[in-house]
Nanobody, 115 residues
Framework: QVQLVESGGGLVQAGASLRLSCAVSRSIFSFNAMGWYRQAPGKQRELVASITIGASTNYADSVKGRFTISRDNAKNTVYLQMNSLKPEDTAVYYC?????????WGQGTQVTVSS
């Protein structure tokens, strides 16, 4: 069973930075892609950023220029560097691994940005 464990969330003020980590129990190269989603209260879960096995990245328009997804292959860890945080970034952030036949999710880490 694959495990994804997120960490790095917390309570920060607007304008601050956080770095989320997602530690994976299997080689991240064994997945088609890795990514970060978030879900705010009362809203649907949305894709924030993703990185493919070929290192192509994709970002939600709302975070472009502020968030950066990266990976450390040796540590089987994916990161989400979040800069210039805004109150609207407040959500539970989930790590996801795209696999076949099914995908894997982490348990989530809370990010709260105060104004």
């Amino acid at each position: 069973q694959v495990q994804l464990v997120e960490s790095g969330g917390g309570l920060v003020q607007a304008g601050a930075s956080l770095r989320l980590s997602c530690a994976v129990s299997r080689s991240i190269f064994s997945f088609n892609a890795m990514g970060w989603y978030r879900q705010a209260p009362g809203k649907q879960r949305e894709l924030v950023a993703s990185i493919t096995i070929g290192a192509s990245t994709n970002y939600a328009d709302s975070v472009k220029g502020r968030f950066t997804i990266s990976r450390d292959n040796a540590k089987n860890t994916v990161y989400l560097q979040m800069n210039s945080l805004k109150p609207e970034d407040t959500a539970v952030y989930y790590c996801k691994a795209w696999d076949r036949p099914g995908d894997y999710w982490g348990q989530g880490t809370q990010v709260t940005v105060s104004s």
